[in-house]
């Protein structure tokens, strides 16, 4: 008797945990999806806690090798005092790289990136066309080489990277364009269709003290049509020409969360994963607000943005007939059960003062349809 209400209980209970299972697929499948997540990987309640996995970076700077009016061991003394784990110089046109400077210059000095505890990534600024910024790369352009050549030849290296420098010099909000025509829209579009992000991972949404305030709206018009198949992500740079650590240093930087802060594989990684995000300050000496945590609740459908200092989080998708970029929600927490947009990003606000303009930004989240 009792085996047989055991066996009946068992029944009931398989059949419960069937229907249970149905509902649960039923609601995975159905409605808005959460297909792309740029920071699913980070372990925010572990490493996180140590303050270097939040790595700071600087990744567009110029030196005297160039046209910057700083030697190369000054640049990189500017960003080690103000605590920046990872740099890269760019000069145009040529690679200054490794931290020997004096095999380039007798009057520069040498620096030793381990002993100072930062990242050196070998960078170069493709300048003959629309200017692109290449990292982890040796490749030198020829010149006036056609930019489809410079991006074939990143392409076929091994391990660099390059991204799209200051849009806003080139893409005007105000210009209408013909399908195709140079700088368009759809002009950056086809690009990104045909290198995928470990060749081309992003553009420039911030750069100097923001002087092309309207390139977070093209970011949202290359989104709406890229999402979420091909992500595209934002960066902040100083593209830093000065002599002076108080010219257009440190006002637009990038953290990345990474489990390793010595590896410069694991930086690479988050540039073509997207764990990292982009910060703006309009003060030299201002900390934009730095992003605790990302949480993703994929059953209750809801995004949640942990950060110190904010005053607001809004969460942004699409842009309206003017080109304005779309705030779709206000709070620290996303539901996206009805969400209907392809992707959203958020914009993390410790203020929104036009002289003490204080953000990070999230790289986009990607969503599909199930009907």
Request: cysteine-free.
């Given at each position: 008797m009792r085996h047989l209400m055991f066996t009946r209980i068992m029944i009931l209970f398989m059949f419960a945990f069937l229907a249970f299972s149905a509902v649960a697929c039923t609601q995975t499948t159905e409605g808005t999806q959460l297909v792309f997540n740029p920071y699913e990987n980070v372990n925010w309640g572990g490493f996180l806690r140590r303050s270097d996995a939040h790595v700071l970076a600087q990744l567009h700077t110029h030196t005297t090798h160039s046209d910057g009016r700083a030697m190369p061991h000054e640049v990189v003394d500017f960003y080690h005092q103000r605590g920046y784990q990872a740099l890269a110089i760019t000069d145009h046109d040529l690679v200054t790289y490794p931290w020997n400077f004096s095999d380039l210059n007798s009057n520069w000095e040498d620096r030793d990136p381990e002993a100072l505890g930062m990242l050196a990534i070998s960078g170069n600024e493709f300048s003959y066309n629309h200017h692109m910024a290449g990292l982890f790369t040796s490749y030198v352009a020829a010149h006036n080489e056609p930019l489809e050549t410079t991006l074939e030849a990143i392409d076929n290296e091994e391990g660099s990277l390059v991204y799209f420098a200051h849009p806003g010099r080139y893409w005007s909000v105000f210009a209408e364009y013909e399908d195709g025509e140079l700088y368009s829209p759809s002009w950056y579009l086809d690009f990104f269709e045909r290198y995928d992000v470990e060749t081309l991972p992003g553009i420039e949404i911030f750069s100097r003290n923001d002087r092309h305030e309207y390139d977070r709206q093209l970011w949202d018009i290359l989104l709406t049509e890229m999402m979420p198949e091909r992500p595209i992500f934002g960066l902040a740079v100083d593209d830093y020409h000065g002599d002076d650590p108080n010219v257009f240093l440190h006002f637009s930087y990038t953290y990345h969360l990474m489990a390793d802060a010595t590896s410069l594989d694991a930086l690479r990684e988050t540039l073509i994963?997207?764990?990292?995000?982009?910060?703006?300050?309009?003060?030299?000496?201002?900390?934009?607000?730095?992003?605790?945590?990302?949480?993703?609740?994929?059953?209750?459908?809801?995004?949640?943005?942990?950060?110190?200092?904010?005053?607001?989080?809004?969460?942004?998708?699409?842009?309206?007939?003017?080109?304005?970029?779309?705030?779709?929600?206000?709070?620290?927490?996303?539901?996206?059960?009805?969400?209907?947009?392809?992707y959203v990003r958020a914009v993390v606000i410790k203020s929104d003062s036009a002289t003490r303009r204080s953000v990070s930004m999230t790289q986009p989240f990607g969503f599909s349809q199930n009907d």
């Open positions: 994963s997207g764990a990292f995000y982009a910060s703006h300050t309009r003060q030299e000496d201002d900390q934009a607000p730095r992003i605790d945590r990302i949480d993703v609740n994929e059953r209750r459908q809801t995004i949640t943005i942990k950060a110190s200092d904010a005053i607001r989080i809004e969460w942004v998708s699409g842009v309206d007939e003017f080109k304005n970029s779309i705030v779709v929600h206000v709070g620290e927490t996303f539901d996206y059960s009805n969400f209907e947009g392809n």
